[in-house]
């Protein structure tokens, strides 16, 4: 191309993008994680409320991460939305999100669901699933005794970098301190029944096939056997009983999903309006029941056979911004006691 039409063209690119700023109140990029059944319900309502059309762009977590930082200053997202709070973390660090001051956000979403730049907009519980037959619910009433001499050769889980149990990881060195962890993962590496292998629902299921006595499981996994009409899947139910751990110490660990806008977001005004709607009642009941979950918005309520099975429980209130700038150590610490 010559030098004078590259030029024109430059400028017509930017002479486009100023217009589609300008035009900020008509469409919004969204980036997410997330995908269920219920979502079309939850970006609809908001067209209908707002105008704004959505367009979306949809992949796994840290694919969408890669693709935003290399847009960088060119990215087209507007809102990123992902599940857990090591991975906000990690999009936070990386500098891609913007700071957002909302009153709505404020007044709806808990002050230890949210950070200055990403809000949590649903919560999951990381549970504790023992095998009814070999397993009494006292002996796996905490995540500290999933490291007890007594579970030798009993405990299954997924592999120690994976997010979630990197997050359990950082409210275990926030409430006991990094050494305690770090004797806490030896031990939970020594009681090992298997290698760690597979997904949260397969730990649950060697639970129920009596290949492991006790496994961690996030709740939503659970949930979602319990809600399932399968044989198979009621089977797996019939076998296995869930623990809500530390209900007498610091609560059970919270994990969350949630997002925020972007530096570079085309369409801020949009933005904002959107991550406000996400904390709406109506989408608050979309967001979280999509994948069993719970809103973050106290007074909303779902409507979930599971959930409402499984009942309340008391829940760390653990600050979520702290949590996530600890999982690095909690890899650390994991590296060395050879959870991986
Ligand atoms: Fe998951």
Redesign the pocket.
């Known amino acids: 191309m010559k030098r004078k039409a590259l030029v024109t063209s430059l400028l017509l690119g930017l002479g486009l993008t100023g217009l589609q700023a300008h035009a900020a109140d008509t469409e919004l990029n969204l980036y997410t994680a997330r995908h269920y059944q219920t979502d079309e319900a939850l970006y609809n309502n908001f067209t209908k409320q707002t105008g704004i059309k959505i367009n979306r762009i949809e992949a796994k977590e840290d694919e969408l991460l890669e693709r935003i930082k290399n847009e960088g200053a060119n990215s087209p997202a507007d809102v990123f939305i992902t599940?857990?709070a090591s991975r906000l973390a990690k999009a936070d660090e990386a500098g891609v999100f913007a700071p957002v001051k909302s009153k709505v956000l404020e007044q709806r979403i808990p002050a230890h669901l949210r950070t200055d730049t990403w809000f949590s907009f649903s919560t999951?519980a990381r549970v504790i699933v023992y095998n009814k037959e070999t397993i009494k619910p006292e002996q796996v009433a905490t995540y500290e005794s999933l490291a007890a001499p007594a579970l030798k050769g009993k405990v299954c889980t997924r592999t120690g970098s994976h997010p979630?149990n990197l997050s359990l990881g950082a409210a275990l060195i926030k409430h006991n301190g990094a050494e305690a962890t770090e004797k806490w993962a030896r031990g939970v590496v020594e009681n090992f029944a298997r290698a760690p292998k597979g997904?949260?629902t397969d730990q649950i299921k060697a639970v129920a096939a009596g290949e492991c006595g006790v496994a961690i499981a996030?709740s939503?996994?659970v949930a979602r056997l319990m809600n399932s009409d399968k044989p198979a899947d009621k089977e797996v139910v019939s076998k296995f009983g869930v623990v809500w751990p530390n209900q007498s110490s610091w609560g059970t660990h919270i994990n969350v999903s949630g997002g925020g806008m972007l530096k570079h977001a085309p369409h801020k005004e949009a933005a904002v309006k959107f991550l406000e709607y996400l904390a709406s009642d109506e989408a608050q009941a979309y967001f979280a029941n999509g994948n069993n979950e719970w809103p973050v918005v106290p007074s909303v309520k779902v409507k979930n056979p599971a959930l409402q099975t499984l009942g309340e429980f008391k829940a760390d209130t653990l600050p979520i911004g702290d949590l996530a700038k600890t999982v690095a150590e909690a890899q650390r610490i994991y590296d060395r006691a050879g959870y991986r």
């Open positions: 599940v857990d999951r979630y997904g949260d996030n939503y996994y």
